[in-house]
C-alpha cells in the first residue's frame, strides 16, 4: 500500500541518507522519458519541501532539457536491505548553472567534485513510499571512480569546449551549457 505525504519526514531523510544511489526520471510533454541512476554523495534535502543533486557531465543533458521544457521530475530511492521500501519524491525542478544566480549559495550545500556541471534544485508537491517487496536484496560494494577520475584528468579547455557543443537533448530540446570547469574534488 502506498503512502502519500506533502513533505518529506525525519523518516523518510534518514531513509534517504542511507541510499548509495537514487534514479532521476523526466519527460518533456513530447519525445523520450529519460531515467538516470545517480550515485555519489550528490543528493541533499535542503527542507522538507526541497531536495537538491549535483550533476557532473556525461553523455547527454536530458534532465536539464526536460526541466527546461516541462518541470516535472520524480526521484526514486529505494532500500535494498531491510526494511524493504521505495521512495518517490515527486516535484517541479530547474537546473542552476556556475554562472546563474544563487549558484555560490547552493554549492555551499555540497562537495563539489570535478566535472561539476549543474545542481538541480526540486520543490517537493508530494512524497510517496510503498513496499519494495518485489525488489531483490543487494549489498553495496563500493562507487565506480570512473566519472571522477575521467573528469579529474581533463584538460579544462578541452572539457568546457566539450560541454559547450551540449545545448540539445536528443530529442532537440535546448539546454544551457556551463560557462566554466569546475575543478571540484577527483574522490
Known sequence: MADFTDALTDDHIAMIEQQPMFFVATAAPMGRINLSPKGYDAFRVLSPKR?????????????????SA??????MFNNFQQPANILRIYGRGLPVLPQDEGWEKLASQFTLLAGTRQIFVIDVESVQTSCGWGVPMMTFEKERQTLKKAHAQANPDEWAAKMSTRISS??????????????????
Open 70 to 75: 516541462d518541470g516535472r521530475i520524480t526521484i
Open 51 to 67: 531536495v537538491a543533486y549535483l550533476d557532473l557531465g556525461g553523455s547527454g543533458n536530458e534532465t536539464h532539457a526536460h526541466l
Open 170 to 187: 536528443i530529442d532537440g530540446l535546448p539546454t544551457r551549457a556551463t560557462d566554466r570547469y569546475i575543478a571540484g574534488e577527483e574522490g
